[in-house]
């Protein structure tokens, strides 16, 4: 009989240990996988590239007594509320080149194809890590069906008080090209 | 006696195999999802490679346009077309550049209709099995507005194509 008891013990014992075991697995693995996905780890060399022709092209406002505005520039006039000479706003012909850009680019989200989301923005430093959109971000696609995000930052030197940054973030589908 | 050792060994034994079957499995779950996105990342990977040798090349003194970061000039583009001897100094099989936006008639560019056009290829050798790699570029040249001279860049392509398995 005290064999018995003492075996029992020793059963109750193990089932113990097993189930502490397997509950602090759980938690573990709860953690892990409620870690958010779209980890921006990396970027891409593809992206960098794009993201530099961008803020190199010649866009058709010109200020007066300057030349043509390249979108690096037009950032900074749209902050200091420039007009350009063809009346129009800095900020408003910088958000239709920069989604006329997207369009021609690989980069356009349609049915099929392996670009399935992407947006750029323009922010600005208001405080330590804090930024606010110079412009409304030009984005297409759904941001949800993202797995894996890819950004690249560029900073833009305006030579004004706060700092700016260009952002490109872009997913691809899970299919290869 | 004898018996409860038997007993006490039995229940090691259990026990021992139990905790390794449960870490085992647990690693096993832990490797699948670490490894989920590592197909994505090699095809990424890959690609980035291949886009890098296009990056080099643009910025070669042959095609770089001075100070605008990742420019091609597409005068030294036009100029280059012109000069066959250049077909082998890359040890590639093509090389060829496209305009993106604006938007202009989509025709190859020569010296009559230059720059109104979209397609500058510098060369492209025939019969070799090929694969191409691409990679936005600033393609700038100088122009003029009211009396100044000025540097306009424009978005586009440039595309390389090398032997199977070259990059």
Known sequence: MIWNKKAQEEMVGFVLIVIIVSIMGIIILGISLNKPRNIEAQTSAELDSFSSSILSYTTNCEIPETNPRKIRELIKDCRQNDMCSNGQSPCQILETTLKELVKHSSYVVRNGSYTRYFKISVLNEISNKTYSDVISPVSEGNEQECVRKLADTQPLNTGLAENSIFKIEVCYSERNR | MRKLGQLKIQQMVFMIIAVALFFILAALFFFAIKTANLYQASIESERDKSIGLVIKLASSPEFSYRGISNGVDSDKLMALKKQPEYRD??????????????????????????????????????????????????????????????DKCELALMIIETRENEF
């Open chain 2, 89 to 150: 100094y890359w040890g590639i099989n093509g090389i060829s550049v496209k305009k993106l936006y604006p938007e202009y008639p989509e025709v190859e560019c020569n010296t009559g209709n230059y720059p109104n056009c979209t397609d500058i290829i510098l060369f492209k050798k025939e019969g070799d099995t090929a694969q191409s790699a691409s990679s936005y570029i600033s393609l700038c040249r100088k122009d003029i507005t009211g009396g100044r001279a000025y």
